[in-house]
Structures are given as C-alpha cells and as structure tokens.
C-alpha cells in the first residue's frame, strides 16, 4: 500500500523578520565601518605622536645647539688667565710668574695662591694639587687687569733657594739635581661682565726650578692637573 503525503504549505517570511534581519545586516555594516574608521583615526594619531616626537626632538637640538652657540659667545668675551714666566729686571738668576690677561674683558683676581715642593720628577707629585701650606701672595697689581694686561703674581730667584729648602740636605740634593724644586699655584679671578654665579675662575700653574752652577732656570713644568683653567 503506498501512502501520498500532500506537499508542506510554504512557510512565509514576516515582515518584522525581515525587517529585523536588515536592521542587524545594516548595523554590522555599520560596526563595521566604525571599526574601520577608528583604525583610521588610530594610525593617524600614532603618525602625529612619532612626528610630534620627531619635532621635540629637532627642537630641543636645535635649543641645545643655540646655547651652545650663546656659551661660546659668552666664553670667547670672557677674560682668560694665562700663566707665564720671564726674567726679572731686579737682579741676574730672577724670575717673574706672570698672570695675564688674554681674555676680551677686564679680570679682577680675587686671590693668587702658592706651595713649593720637591720631589725627585714629576711623576712623584700628588696626581691631584693639594694647596695644604698655602699662603696668600702680595696683592699683584694692578688688581684689574684689562685684555692684554700682566701683573706679576710671584718672585723667585737663586737667593730664594736656601730659604725654601728646610733643610741643608734638601739644599744639596736640588743643587745636585737628585731632586727638583716645583713652584706651584693658584690665581683666582672674577669676571666682570658674567652673572653672579659664573663669576669665579681659577688657573693652576705649575714651574720648575733648574739650578745651575753659574746660571739658573724657572720653566713651565708638571702634569696636566696642575695646569688647567676653569
């Protein structure tokens, strides 16, 4: 026996369904646009982040690269101790220490500082300058030194020698060269023209002393530490 279903009726399709349907097509649609677009926005910020970056950067070299620039301009104005040593004119084996001025503006030294040592050479003094028998020098003068201007700030010759040495020993083994007499210093300066607190500067020099039978010496000497320049 064979049995024959009748055919399903169709099933129709509401319209608020379908209405529902496009509305969630439609908001995905959406969503998905706003995805897109806050993607977009996301890159485009990053961009502006590493390009702003990129400005600070440029500008803060550029403000280092100004002040430097100005800090030049400052120090090529200021006035710049420098240490020398002549003959002097007041008697034969004499020597003049001379602080001049080779800056572009007038100096006014605060304070001219000394110590003598012997040691055997150069590399027997301390590596740094210790100033611990320091004493206050006669006041140079002119006090004011203007560009191009000298004054001297210490007076050594042979007659000097024995009174520096405290001991006879001492004496014989400089005269004899088994050790070398030093003169060393510290001029302290202010610059006229720089604000309160860049006003103090310091040069540190350093000379040898060469005995001789008959004649003597008084030569820039030591290592670096002992000649510098703030």
């Given at each position: 026996m064979i049995v024959t279903l009748p055919a399903p009726a169709p099933v129709t399709w509401p319209w608020h369904d379908r209405i529902l349907w496009a509305a969630c097509l439609v908001l995905v649609i959406l969503g998905y646009?706003?995805?897109?677009?806050?993607?977009?926005?996301l890159k485009k910020i990053e961009r502006q982040t590493a390009a702003a970056k990129d400005a600070s950067s440029a500008a803060q070299d550029s403000a280092r690269a100004a002040l430097l620039?100005?800090?030049?301009m400052v120090d090529s104005a200021r006035p710049w101790i420098a240490?020398?040593?002549?003959?002097?004119?007041?008697?034969?084996?004499?020597?003049?220490?001379?602080?001049?001025?080779?800056?572009?503006?007038?100096?006014?030294?605060?304070?001219?500082?000394?110590?003598?040592?012997?040691?055997?050479?150069?590399?027997?003094?301390?590596?740094?300058?210790e100033y611990r028998n320091q004493r206050q020098a006669d006041p140079p003068a002119p006090v004011?030194?203007?560009?191009?201007?000298?004054?001297?700030?210490?007076?050594?010759?042979?007659?000097?020698?024995?009174?520096?040495?405290?001991?006879?020993?001492t004496l014989r083994r400089v005269q004899s060269w088994e050790e070398k007499l030093f003169l060393c210093g510290k001029v302290i300066y202010r610059d006229l023209i720089a604000p309160p607190e860049n006003q103090?500067?310091?040069?540190?020099?350093?000379?040898?002393?060469?005995?001789?039978?008959?004649?003597?010496?008084?030569?820039?000497?030591?290592?670096?530490?002992?000649?510098?320049?703030t």
């Open positions: 646009v706003a995805i897109m677009l806050a993607l977009s926005t620039i100005a800090q030049s240490i020398t040593v002549e003959p002097s004119r007041i008697g034969e084996n004499t020597f003049n220490v001379l602080a001049t001025n080779r800056g572009r503006s007038p100096a006014t030294i605060v304070e001219a500082l000394e110590s003598i040592q012997v040691a055997v050479d150069e590399s027997h003094l301390a590596r740094v300058p004011i030194l203007l560009p191009g201007e000298s004054a001297a700030i210490k007076t050594f010759g042979r007659d000097d020698l024995k009174e520096v040495c405290k001991s006879d020993e103090l500067h310091e040069t540190t020099w350093c000379c040898w002393y060469i005995h001789g039978r008959q004649k003597s010496g008084l030569v820039m000497a030591g290592p670096l530490s002992y000649n510098q320049h």
